[in-house]
């Protein structure tokens, strides 16, 4: 009987090994001379586009069969259309993935009936990963005086916005905390927002994704022509100086607290990479898997740093989806608090689109 358990077991374990290797076949098969089309939701030079040009060019190392990857800019709503895209009508089969705002996948939430989203439950798409955890920060030029984010609640800060749907962060400061920025839309790129700020059209930021704006602004930085005067998002990046408070420190109680969760609960997406629902499962996890392969290879981290592209805290698809099942997991009350806050910070804006 000991013989016949040994035998059994002998023979389990080689099917077993079987089993393994004609899956890994398969994959290898899938994905050998095929070309995987990445859509990015921004034009091409923004910082989306950087990040994502990054990836084509390494993931296919490290994906079985090493398939070309080719970035495919597919701008407009803010990327919207790219998800739009990628719900609607991309391949399902693993070959099409999508770049996109780290907002478009907490739109349905924070908007609700007035969401533009073509989905409802973000959970419903596979996500590959994010190359990085995000932090925007709150920045004023020098010539404003400003010290500290305290002189924003008596004096009127005037700050860019890239477009109507955004500007997201001033509206929930100034519900939240009483801050009193002025928002001018519509400065579409963080390069003319930083431009309209060097030029004293605005006197700052509010949201800029630090990952970006420290490339852009590094000189401005160290010279001190401007000043951070908070992190907004959910946790503290540390090369950002430690005197620089946390938007989540700042919070004047636990409902307030609960709101802003939502509201910059995306800053922990970074700048997120997703496929369609209904891609099979095997295809999802050989994507996830080079995926944090990549973020973690020595020439791609190389590479990135030449780039100027922050790599810092990588989270991989299952840890986005955690932090959206969190998300949407919020109580009633939060969220209506969060979508109320967005509105009511709406009556300090200026629109000077058409000047």
Not at 75 to 98: E, L, N, V
Not at 145 to 174: C, F, H, Y
Not at 305 to 330: C, F, M, W
Request: charged residues 20%; neutral net charge; aromatic residues 8%.
């Amino acid at each position: 009987m000991g013989q016949l358990k040994l035998i059994g077991a002998v023979v389990a374990s080689a099917l077993g090994i079987s089993v393994a290797s004609v899956a890994s076949a398969q994959q290898a098969d899938f994905y050998a001379g095929k070309t995987i089309d990445l859509y990015i939701g921004y034009e091409a030079g923004a910082g989306y586009d950087l990040y994502a040009r990054l990836l084509t060019e390494h993931i296919g190392r490290f994906l079985p069969g090493h398939p070309s990857v080719i970035p495919r800019n597919m701008p407009g709503a803010a990327s919207m259309r790219a998800m739009t895209f990628i719900h609607q009508a991309a391949k399902k089969d693993g070959t099409a993935w999508a770049a996109i705002d780290r907002n478009v996948a907490v739109e349905p939430l924070l908007y609700g009936a007035d969401s533009k989203a073509p989905f409802k439950n973000p959970n419903e798409f596979n996500w590959i990963g994010s190359m990085n955890t995000e932090i925007g920060v709150a920045a004023v030029w020098h010539t404003t005086g400003i010290k500290s984010w305290e002189d924003t609640l008596t004096r009127p800060t005037i700050v860019a916005m890239a477009g109507a749907q955004g500007g997201i962060g001033a509206r929930v400061l100034n519900s939240l905390l009483g801050t009193q920025f002025q928002q001018v839309c519509c400065y579409s790129s963080d390069g003319l927002q930083n431009l309209a700020m060097e030029r004293g059209e605005v006197e700052g930021r509010v949201g800029a994704s630090w990952s970006t704006f420290k490339t852009a602004a590094t000189k401005w930085i160290e010279t001190g022509q401007v000043k951070i005067l908070m992190q907004v998002g959910l946790e503290k990046n540390p090369d950002i100086a430690a005197d620089v408070p946390l938007v989540m420190d700042l919070a004047k109680n636990e409902k307030d607290r609960a709101a802003m969760k939502i509201v910059f609960a995306n800053q922990s997406l970074g700048r997120p990479y997703v496929m369609p629902a209904g891609v099979p499962a095997a295809q999802v996890a050989e994507v996830r898997k080079a995926f944090m392969a990549m973020v973690k290879d020595p020439a791609f981290l190389a590479d990135a740093d030449k780039r100027h592209l922050e790599i810092t805290n990588p989270k991989s698809g299952e840890q986005i989806t955690a932090i959206l099942q969190d998300v949407y997991s919020a109580s009633e009350d939060a969220v209506l608090a969060a979508r109320r806050s967005i509105k009511e910070g709406e009556y300090k804006m200026k629109d000077e689109s058409k000047k």
